[in-house]
């Protein structure tokens, strides 16, 4: 939520910072800001992408060799230009970009009360950066010794940086719980609120740890604790690649993540795979875990979904119970939790506050942590006793596409090493899976190749709909799920996603004539005739069926409206195929619409606020 990019060196500071700001516009595109000092601080700012600042940078702003910038994903105070950041204190001399939420921001403006401060805008930041102003004087020899008494008393997370008028070569910044990496380079310093924008200008960076503040002055870094105690800056040389976060080609980063999918999975495979040492990472704590007493997984959004497919692969290859919780609701039900759990955090980006304060909350009872990230120098994945990389690249389009199979890969993974560990899996069955696993990225890149065609067929038929329900059982519930959650993000459409058994207790109430319905029905699956039932249950009350079925199920053709075969797979790997469809639909009725499919409305890439 909210990205924040900030340089302070030789250059010209505010074409870097645009182009930084690009790169972590997934953050939030709702409104974006740049500041500078040369010679005073200036402020532009813009309400929607930032395309919209960035063609209208006045020419002043040219040669500033500092400036800080900010994207913003709303959370106090509608998306409009006062309440994008940067803001600045009641005598404009000091600025400050913010990502996160300062939950006691009232008590700081109470402070406001006998003096003639007045906010402009709604939200916590502003109050936050006109209270340190407040602060600000004797007997605080400078600021960043203010900024440290106040963070100290400040409840939330954040991450923000600090410009100070009569200081033009230096920044200050700070977080607790929400992202800031600093890169040092031969011609100055780069913040950010993720790697990915700081990686073509330096490989040399400092994480900053919950409760610190770094000074950059005069070319020289500084950090602090909040009791302004100075500490070690460890900086590290990043050893990885830059993948490629281009379009190439394609219209949208969401069609390009969906054809990555193959590619990503082999890289996956290279990795995790070799010399059939699954997830080497994980060796040392096989024998913790495969005394684990429960498995709890925890995540949000699609990262939940892979989840819910893991519970179902995790029990039947290892017979552990396994249990899947959303994060959000994790944390604040006071849950419990024992020494020998092992807790399983899936993150895309690893970087999303309700998993990371579950996480928090499981450490305190001592259970293992395992992250399964796609950053492996996120948040999660340094606060977890071991994580693995998913290896999926940089995913850019909000809607999580090529993560979700990469996660499925590595759990499918962590079954097979747990099931041989403990026991309950053969050799030969083990085997068997993992063979069939080191196949799915040829199968898929064949499928995408002949698929496409006719899902967008489909999706123009569909375009028109306000409702759909996806069905699914067993281990295609969770694709039914993140079916009708790709639907909702990129095309608005309601959707709903549902066990098909549950059908018959409450949603069959929703189905009339026409009314669409997306039911996964494949002959591999053990219950196949069931859901041979519920199709007829839709079609005797009117609905519209499009079965996303076997190839070669010829039969089941006359019963549907529409169909999508996926090839020959076993059931156990096919939530990997029948996922593609469900990405595709979305994807073309999205484009169909002429929504903005990388960018929806509301939403951000990483979910940084609770
Ligand atoms: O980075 P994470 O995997 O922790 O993100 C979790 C969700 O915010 C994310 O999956 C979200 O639901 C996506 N927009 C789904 O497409």
Known sequence: MCGIFCYIGMQDAVALVMDGLKKLEYRGYDSAGIAINNNGILIHKRQGKLEALSSSVPPAFRGSKVAIGHTRWATHGSPNIVNAHPHVSA???????????????????SSFGETDIQCEGETDSEVLVKYIALQYQEPFQNLEEVVAKVLSEVQGSYSLVIMEESKPHKIIAARRGSPLVVGRSDDGYYLASDILPILPHTRKVVYLEDGEIVVIENNQLQIFDFSYQQKQAEFQYLNIDLHSADKTGYKHYMLKEIHEQPKALRRGHGQQMSNDNLLPELQPFMETISKAGRIIILGCGTSWHAG???????????????????????????????????????????????????????????????????????????????????????????????????????????????????????????????????????????????????????????????????????????????????LKEVSYIHAEG?????????????????????????????????????????????????????????????????????????????????????????????????????????????????
Request: charged share 20%.
């Open 308 to 486: 819910l497919v893991a519970e179902y692969v995790i029990e039947k290859l290892c017979r552990v119970p396994v249990e899947v919780e959303y994060a959000s609701e994790f944390r604040y039900r006071d849950p419990v939790i024992y020494a020998d759990d092992v807790i399983v955090a899936l993150s895309q980006s690893g970087e999303t506050a309700d998993t990371l304060v579950a996480l928090e909350e499981a450490k305190k009872h001592g259970a293992l942590l395992y992250g399964v990230v796609n950053v492996p120098t996120s948040s999660i994945a340094r606060l977890v006793d071991v994580y693995s990389n998913i290896f999926a690249g940089p995913e850019i389009s909000v809607a999580s596409t090529k993560a979700f199979i990469c996660q499925l890969n590595a759990l499918y993974l962590f079954a097979i090493k747990l099931g041989k560990y403990n026991g309950n899996l053969s050799p030969d069955y083990s085997l068997s899976v993992l063979k069939e696993l080191r196949q799915v990225p040829d199968i898929l890149k064949n499928y995408l190749s002949y698929i496409v065609y006719r899902i967008k067929n489909i999706a123009m038929i569909y375009s028109h709909v306000n409702h759909t329900l996806f069905l699914g059982r067993g281990l295609q519930f969770p694709i039914a799920l993140e079916g009708a959650l790709k």
């Open 498 to 610: 549902y066990p098909a058994a549950e059908m018959k207790h409450g949603p069959i109430a929703l189905i009339e004539k026409g009314w669409p319905v997306i039911i996964i029905a494949l002959k591999s699956d053990p219950h196949y005739k069931k859901v041979l039932s519920n199709i007829e249950e839709i079609k005797a009350r009117g609905g519209s069926v499009i079965g996303i079925i076997s190839e070669g199920d010829e039969s089941i053709k006359d019963n549907v409206e529409n169909w999508i075969e996926i090839p020959r797979i076993s059931f156990l790997l096919s939530p990997m195929f029948t996922v593609i469809p469900m990405q595709l639909l979305a994807y073309y009725i999205g484009l169909h619409k002429g929504c903005d499919i990388d960018k929806p409305r509301n939403l951000a890439k990483s979910v940084t606020v609770e």
């Open 91 to 109: 005598d404009g001399k000091i600025a400050m970009v913010h990502n996160g939420i300062i939950e006691n921001y009232e008590t700081f403006r």
